[in-house]
């Protein structure tokens, strides 16, 4: 039994020490923000993920675009195997983010325009009066399959007054909801206790 | 051999830059990989061959001793919690710094390492929070400001007893009398931290927060006492537990007097102070788990005959804590979700969740994927234990049920979370927290950039202690986790076997678990890892 323990033991120090040079993780699909030290372009906002055969980088400029200052997206489509550039017609729209749409509700999307390959970058201008979340989203179609990628914009700073609001209103629904049945358990008790009363009178 | 190229040896490097050009924390070095192997092989032939004296269960109730009887500051110390503006200082410092993360998160700039939100929540708190427990078990539960502004909105009180008319007092449903919604909420946090990666979203830390504190304010209204904390709070029950291996509790001082006790203020409460806010009475309590440090008890007993109390930080998991099997999943799913942490920081992860994506036609933030990915991950370590369950029952020839060995061997599973959890967020800490102050000056973030390149550089060269300090401490995590492991599968273990065929041997199923779990979290350690932000 020793031996087995000892056997076992040496495996398991073999495989932690024979796997020691993974590298770390980049996380897909989440925004990150860059600081371009080396030219005057803006920070930007990037966001990396795949779809199907393809990888794909999306980068906004500036990161934080506000109403009425033009912006611009660069889309890099890739394939997975060999990170060929994908070549064809990128089609951009947009639409709001808001519970409304996610509900079914305004989901009418707006064209920005379509774009070729250029310099294996496709690039679509932008410019938003109005400050909110909005969705952009990049249509392709290669021989296979037509692809959809939707990416979360937000122009101007969110307002902050929403959610608070909205937790507000809640605390406020159910204090009011305990208060109203307090209220009725209270009734219900005085009534109980009169009647008691009474029959103790009669008696 | 140069000073430098032993620092590098036993310390490894400050920082690494990845072919891909960012900067990442590197591994738990070679030497100190050999060192807990070493040490893992000793404990594993001590504890399969040196049979252990005694292993009846004593609840030793002289083991350990009063803070207040610590020479100079110790009087000081035991009554610190027990006056009330202390534990009222502590309650309006957490709960201007949650409000100031609500805010700052909705309102401040999206950079995570710029805003006050993801930065206090993220780097100190959620990092520091599970390394609070070895020192002061489950204190922040105490000062827990989804509890104290919950308290304040539902019952008007952050002093003295709280009105009861203002909530429903409904009991908890019996089938809820558990922990399952908690361990149902710690799945779901954690898939929210590194699926959604709110971790990196200010705004999203602060919609977390605000509903975690909806909940609490629902749980306050509608049901007797505290029962958020005590059934559904994911960071409470995780503190909770882990805290039965912290070195402090909080106990009576003398048991005679709670014997003959009969008017039990400790559960009740007095006219001033409240009940117990999780159902506990101090004459029977011998685990901290449920126990959220309020001090109630200490305020209210007539006898003051309720301190804190110093002692050895695995008596609860070795004997006194009772074994359940709501309780029994939490700790195993700790176990995982630990561990899963780790995983979602190797290269290897993301490219398995890219192949699903790609076979999936997932895209975005491949939150499909994620999701298919963390049930397999907690699935195969779940399945692990109840095999070696299995095994054990097999092995042993016990006659108890395989639920009642699932459960009582659980306790196992808990030091191995514990010590991994506190080496990978002792990391993190150390490593991320440098320069977070500048947070404090600017909340907000207004104006600010995203850290330039320079900046991280300096922020992991600045590292709060060595790096031979943290490799040490991370090891020495690591063997002490495996020795406590050990000592419990030696202890309640043993009580599993019947009397005629006791031998340490016939265990060996569950020391290979140890072994395993051990071994996976050392290679987890010595991987490379990403800054958070």
């Not at chain 2, 049920?401 to 080496?423: D, E, N, Q, W």
């Not at chain 2, 947070?439 to 330039?452: E, T, Y």
């Amino acid at each position: 039994m020793m031996r087995f323990y000892l056997a076992a033991l040496l495996t398991l120090i073999y495989l932690i020490f024979s796997t020691v040079n993974l590298s770390a993780h980049h996380v897909l699909g989440r925004p990150s923000y860059v600081l371009n030290e080396d030219s005057n372009t803006p920070s930007a906002m990037q966001v990396e993920t795949q779809i199907g055969d393809y990888f794909v980088n999306y980068m906004v400029f500036p990161a934080f675009p506000r109403p009425n200052e033009a912006g611009r997206v660069n889309l890099y489509i890739s394939r997975l195997d060999g990170g060929l550039a994908f070549d064809g017609k990128v089609e951009f729209s947009v639409r709001n983010d808001s519970w409304a749409t996610w509900l079914g509700f305004s989901a009418d999307e707006k064209k920005l325009g379509a774009q070729v390959l250029d310099d294996h970058v496709y690039r679509q201008g932008l410019m938003f009066r109005q400050r909110g979340s909005y969705i952009i989203t990049a249509n392709f179609r290669d021989d296979k399959a037509p692809y959809t990628i939707e990416f979360p914009l937000q122009v101007g700073a969110p307002s902050p007054y929403g959610p608070i609001g909205i937790a507000a209103g809640v605390v406020f629904l159910i204090l009011a909801g305990i208060g109203l049945i307090q209220r009725r358990r209270s009734l219900s008790g005085q009534i109980r206790n009169s009647h008691t009363g009474n029959e103790k009178n009669q008696e | 051999m140069t000073a430098a190229e032993w620092n590098l040896i036993i310390g490894g490097d400050i920082c690494r830059v990845t072919p891909q050009g960012t900067l990442e924390h590197p591994g738990l070095p070679v030497i100190w990989g050999v060192a807990v192997c070493v040490a893992v092989t000793i404990v594993t032939a001590w504890g399969l061959y040196i049979p252990s004296g005694s292993n009846s269960i004593t609840a030793n109730r002289k083991s350990g001793f009063t803070v207040s009887a610590i020479p100079f500051f110790g009087g000081f110390l035991g009554s610190l919690w027990i006056k009330p503006w202390v534990l009222l200082s502590f309650k309006t410092a957490t709960s201007v710094l949650f409000l100031m993360v609500i805010w700052t998160g909705l309102a401040g700039t999206p950079l995570p390492s710029r805003n006050l939100a993801t930065v206090l929540t993220w780097n100190l708190w959620w990092s520091g929070i599970i390394i609070s427990v070895l020192f002061v078990g489950s204190a922040w539960c105490a000062v827990c400001p989804w509890d104290s502004l919950g308290n304040l909105m539902v019952r008007l009180r952050v002093w003295r007893r709280s009105l009861p008319h203002f909530s429903l007092n409904f009991r908890v449903p019996k089938n809820f009398r558990n922990v399952w919604p908690a361990l149902v909420l710690l799945v779901g946090l954690t898939w929210l931290e590194l699926g959604v990666g709110i971790t990196s979203s200010p705004y999203a830390t602060s919609m977390l927060a605000l509903g975690i504190l909806l909940l609490a304010i629902i749980f306050l209204g509608v049901f007797e006492r505290k029962a958020f904390c005590r059934h559904a709070c994911p960071v409470g029950r995780t503190i909770g537990f882990y805290a039965q291996l912290a070195p402090v509790e909080l106990r009576a001082k003398d048991m005679e007097i709670c014997t003959s006790c009969t008017t039990l203020e400790c559960y009740h409460g007095n006219a001033n102070v409240d009940p117990c806010p999780t159902h506990l009475v101090m004459g029977r309590l011998k685990q901290n788990t449920f126990c959220t440090s309020c001090g109630n008890c200490a305020r209210s007993c007539p006898h003051e005959n309720v301190s804190w109390r110093l002692r050895s930080p695995g008596k609860e998991t070795l004997e006194g804590a009772r074994p359940h099997w709501d309780e029994a999943w939490f700790m195993l799913v700790l176990l995982t979700l630990t561990g899963f942490h780790g995983i979602t920081m190797l290269e290897f992860w993301e490219n398995r969740i890219r192949q699903l994506a790609r076979y999936l036609g997932d895209s975005g933030q491949l939150i499909w994927s994620f999701s298919i990915g963390m049930g397999v991950a907690i699935a195969i370590p779940v399945a692990l234990y109840l095999c070696v369950v299995a095994l054990t029952r097999w092995s042993t020839g016990s006659s108890f049920s395989f639920r009642m060995i699932f459960t009582r061997l659980s306790f196992a599973a808990l030091p191995l979370a514990f010590t991994y959890h506190l080496a990978h967020n002792l990391s993190h800490l150390l490593r991320e927290s440098v320069g977070s102050g500048s947070v404090f000056v600017n909340p907000l973030g207004v104006d600010a950039l995203p850290l330039s390149v320079n900046e991280r550089h300096l922020q992991m060269l600045e590292m709060t202690v060595t790096p031979f300090a943290l490799a040490a401490i991370q090891a020495v995590m690591l063997v002490l986790g495996f020795i406590f492991s050990v000592l419990v599968v030696r202890r309640r273990g043993m009580q599993l076997v019947p009397e005629g065929s006791r031998t340490l041997m016939t265990l060996s199923p569950m020391f290979g678990f140890a072994i395993l779990m051990t071994a996976f979290h050392l290679w987890l350690l010595m991987q490379p890892m990403n800054m958070r932000m």
